[in-house]
């Protein structure tokens, strides 16, 4: 199956820095990537989508000024959480959709730790 | 917009037992996927089985299955002769159209020895 990366899968960052993440198809092109918040035992909640060489889609109440995403190339869609507080610590996870099919694959997740 | 409600946050059985995880949606499309995902400890979304909301016959992935009920708007998973990997965090999900994959809060299932 289709394998979609992330890096770093832990970062640990001090307060009112910027971290940013990655998240790569492997071998795969990838017109539409998601970008999902997970907080301790619940569910998966969508942050943004973000189509390549187009702006994100924010889902509402999320900041789009703090949660920088882009999506350069049809293989790699970043992430940058800036001016972090520890409020923003969660796992963060993406997902790739391959054009055409019906499933969206997954990264790994990154854990976030705002200190 | 749609939704995804699963009413059961826990459950608990036995090896080698079966078990179904309950999932309910509401949508305003009419051709739209629905998906059963895995969550292990390793929290590596894994798919467990899809259904097209356009086919009537459900679908089934080995010792998976579900019983997709259109009108009632239901889609639960059932999970045959229970092994002690299936031990994770199962999310219903839909997605229209849009492309949009919206899950449900989740069932935390055990399978005991």
């Known amino acids: 199956g289709a394998v979609v990366s992330q890096h770093p899968s832990w970062v640990i960052c001090k307060s009112g820095t910027s971290v940013k993440i990655e998240c790569r198809s492997l071998?795969?092109?990838?017109?539409?990537m998601f970008w999902y918040r997970q907080f301790p035992k619940q569910s998966l909640m969508l942050m943004a989508t973000s189509n390549e060489g187009s702006k994100a889609t924010y889902e509402q109440g999320v900041e789009k000024d703090k949660f920088l995403i882009n999506h350069a190339s049809l293989t790699l869609s970043t992430l940058t959480v800036t001016s972090a507080h520890p409020e923003d610590s969660s796992f963060y996870i993406c997902?790739?959709?391959?054009?055409?099919?019906?499933?969206?694959?997954f990264g790994p997740g990154t854990r976030l730790t705002v200190t | 917009a749609q939704t995804v409600t699963q009413s059961q946050p826990e459950m608990s059985v036995q090896e080698a037992e079966t078990v179904t995880l309950s999932c309910t949606y509401d949508t305003s499309e009419n051709n739209y996927y629905l998906f059963w995902y895995k969550q292990p400890p390793s929290r590596q979304m894994i798919l467990v089985i899809r259904q097209e909301a356009y086919k009537q016959q459900n679908a089934t992935e080995n010792r998976f299955s579900v019983n997709f009920q259109k009108a009632a708007k239901s889609f639960s998973l059932k999970i045959s002769d229970s092994q002690l990997g299936d031990t994770a965090m199962y999310f219903c999900g839909t997605r229209e159209r849009a492309q949009k994959l919206v899950f449900g809060q989740g069932t935390r299932l055990t399978i005991n020895p």
């Open positions: 997902s790739a959709w391959l054009a055409g099919g019906y499933e969206q694959y």
């Open positions: 071998d795969f092109q990838a017109t539409t």
